[in-house]
């Protein structure tokens, strides 16, 4: 099983960015598509990006001309650039397989909290 880290996060106020980043504990990652989702507070988890293996993103409309999604397959990392963050964008955050968020995998680590907040 891959197990994944996730850093970077913290508190900002409106307009403010950060970057998180997500290690795997293998390689064998590097075969799947990637992805960013997040929880805000009393609500479910959602998609916020995802990333092929090739380099390939897509983003939810929330994020779009915001965030950035990259990957760095030797380093066995993925990373989130945030820009112009909103108080809506607060919530913890997590990567994962894109597999592992379609299929309804309970299987997640702790997340990185983000709290935008004046």
């Known amino acids: 099983q891959v197990q994944f880290v996730e850093s970077g996060g913290g508190l900002v106020q409106p307009g403010g960015s950060l970057r998180l980043s997500c290690v795997a504990s293998r390689s064998i990652f590097n075969l799947f598509t990637m992805g960013w989702y997040r929880q805000p507070p009393g609500k479910q988890r959602e998609l916020v990006a995802t990333?092929?293996?090739?380099?390939?993103?897509n983003y939810a409309d929330p994020v779009k001309g915001r965030f950035t999604i990259s990957r760095d397959n030797a380093k066995n990392t993925v990373y989130l650039q945030m820009n112009t963050l909103k108080p809506e964008d607060t919530a913890v955050y997590y990567c994962?397989?894109?597999?592992?968020?379609?299929?309804?995998?309970?299987?997640w680590g702790q997340g990185t909290q983000v709290t935008v907040s004046s």
């Open positions: 990333i092929t293996s090739g380099g390939s993103p």
């Open positions: 994962n397989t894109h597999t592992a968020y379609t299929s309804g995998s309970s299987t």
